[in-house]
């Protein structure tokens, strides 16, 4: 079992800056790809970015490319996406996930229930 934890989401400005953090525990977490998602009311779950388990290669969704950036620390147990430039549009709950296995890029956004952990979700909330 891996237990997620998220936080930092809040309310801001569009514009401005929020940094989400996710501490992981539970099983050897160093070895499992990490991923943010977000779930916007009304709409499905779509990645955001994700980071592989060396922390070599990552992904982002073409709707943050160049606003967010993921990393992890992996004597600390933590990712991190910091998020700049935020946009009303990106109001949504933001997940943290693990999923182990080979890492592909391509297959990020299919990470599901069935094949990763997740956290609770924190609420970010980008106001025009």
């Known amino acids: 079992q891996v237990q997620l934890v998220e936080s930092g989401g809040g309310l801001v400005q569009a514009g401005g800056s929020l940094r989400l953090s996710c501490a992981a525990s539970?099983?050897?977490?160093?070895?499992?790809?990490m991923g943010w998602f977000r779930q916007a009311l009304g709409k499905e779950r779509d990645v955001v970015a994700a980071?592989?388990?060396?922390?070599?290669?990552?992904y982002y969704a073409d709707s943050v490319k160049g606003r967010v950036t993921i990393s992890r620390d992996n004597a600390k147990n933590t990712v991190t996406l910091q998020m700049n430039s935020l946009k009303p549009e990106d109001t949504a709950v933001h997940y943290c996930?693990?999923?182990?296995?080979?890492?592909?890029?391509?297959?990020?956004?299919?990470?599901?229930?069935?094949?990763?952990?997740w956290g609770q979700g924190t609420q970010v909330t980008v106001s025009s």
């Open positions: 539970g099983r050897t977490v160093s070895r499992y790809h």
């Open positions: 996930a693990a999923q182990s296995g080979y890492w592909s890029a391509s297959r990020v956004s299919s990470w599901s229930t069935r094949d990763a952990y």
């Open positions: 980071v592989s388990w060396s922390g070599g290669s990552t």
